[in-house]
């Protein structure tokens, strides 16, 4: 019989220990190695680095086959398995996952005009019809909307998906208990497969990164510095001013205290586990010891988990405007909000594995006529730079939630 000692990790098999670093290791660590390996490989030997864009061209097929289902079957399940009847003192809190998200998206305009990106996208010198304006814009959202289902599937037509699936949720909210049930279990079925495939992302990030360094060179990295300064600069405006501003005008009081005790309490926490569901009991327990009603925060804190996105907002805003000054677009005032608008919803139907805001761009790049093939590459880029845009994305999103909540709350009193 094998004594506990020799199940120490020095003496296992190779193999094993290979399969023990996989199931294992967090999704952040062997992703941060896959960062590392394409770095070395690029700087090393370049022409092994260019072979292994078979790897990151896999991943980005992968993530372009299970979005579109993604979408149309979780927003479908959301709708469907709705409770009416909750309590009306939620309707505020609400209100303010909504403003909050809105407000997200329009700072992250603001900061994406006032510091504009280009990325590093095979394909972005193809000449494309940009839209010229927001009366084009629109026509083109209603085209998509109305869109046939199966066109839309085959096509990543995402707008016209999305319409699909809230006309779907609306139907099924009205069938059985069974049928419903059967929607919510076909959502959890397709999330597993896209758990799975981000479970390829260390493998896709190692070839991506080593082969966009290998035909760009090292001045592609300083892309990524400049994006993320970008998505986290417009992350802390929120936390730190924008939600502030909204508690001050409900409470009339420093909002300062809550804000910090928020991001102190549950944002940290929120910055390593990268999951808004996982993060609900530590939101639970602090709006406990914050002497909120319980009948208030038991919903208010699972239903922020799931739609109070600024942070999803922001990521969404900044990488499509990213791949829109890339391609050359130009965008006026009207067609930016209405870019607001479209990502703040999208937002709110996030999906809860990591990286699933990023699955959503698509959607709002589709607003500009960019292609899917380009869309998920801004994708990919997403997930490069994941390990610390989710993380601080989690953070404000979970953060926000108790900071809505006690101000809410605080009001009514």
Not at 83 to 92: A, E, F
Not at 113 to 135: C, K, N, R, Y
Not at 222 to 239: T, W
Not at 320 to 347: C, F, Q, R, Y
Request: net charge neutral; glycine share 8%.
């Amino acid at each position: 019989m094998t004594s506990p000692e020799n199940l120490s990790p020095r003496n296992l098999a190779p193999r094993s220990r290979i399969l023990a670093f996989l199931f294992e290791t967090s999704l952040v660590v062997q992703i941060l190695v896959g960062l590392v390996a394409g770095l070395l490989l690029a700087w090393l030997w370049p022409s092994a680095a260019a072979s292994v864009g078979l790897l990151g061209a896999v991943f980005v097929s992968a993530l372009k086959a299970v979005a579109p289902v993604l979408v149309l079957v979780l927003v479908t399940a959301a709708i469907a398995n709705h409770r009416q009847g909750q309590s009306t003192r939620i309707r505020p809190i609400i209100g303010l996952y909504l403003v909050g998200t809105l407000l997200a998206a329009v700072v992250a305009v603001a900061a994406s005009f006032m510091f504009p990106l280009t990325l590093q996208l095979a394909g972005a010198d193809v000449e494309m019809a940009p839209p010229e304006g927001i009366v084009e814009v629109l026509r083109t959202l209603l085209l998509k909307i109305v869109d046939n289902p199966v066109n839309a599937l085959r096509d990543g037509n995402f707008i016209g998906i999305l319409a699909w699936a809230v006309g779907l949720g609306i139907a099924f909210r009205h069938a059985g208990e069974g049928t419903r049930a059967v929607v919510s279990d076909l959502a959890g079925a397709v999330t597993f497969i896209v758990r799975v495939v981000i479970r390829f992302a260390p493998l896709g990030i190692f070839g991506l990164v080593a082969a966009t360094l290998a035909e760009s060179g090292f001045g592609a990295l300083l892309d990524y510095v400049r994006l993320l300064a970008v998505l986290v600069g417009s992350m802390l405006f929120v936390a730190l001013v924008a939600n502030p501003l909204i508690v001050f005008a409900l409470t009339r009081s420093n909002p300062y205290p809550l804000v910090l005790t928020c991001l102190r309490e549950s944002g940290i926490t929120a910055f390593f586990t990268r999951s808004s569901a996982a993060n609900i009991p530590v939101n639970m327990d602090l709006c406990r010891r914050l002497g909120l009603p319980e009948d208030t925060y038991s919903v208010s804190i699972p239903l922020g988990a799931t739609i109070n996105m600024a942070g999803a907002a922001i990521t969404i805003t900044v990488l499509t405007l990213a791949a829109v000054h890339t391609l050359g677009i130009e965008v006026d005032i009207a067609t930016a909000l209405l870019l607001s608008v479209v990502a703040a919803v999208a937002a709110c139907g996030a999906s809860g594995v990591a990286g699933g805001s990023l699955l959503l761009i698509p959607l709002a790049c589709a607003m500009f006529g960019i292609s899917n093939d380009i869309a998920m590459q801004v994708v990919a880029i997403g997930f490069i730079i994941g390990v610390v845009q989710d993380s601080c994305e989690t953070a404000l999103n979970s953060s926000t939630d108790v900071v809505f909540t006690a101000a809410a709350s605080k009001m009514g009193k």
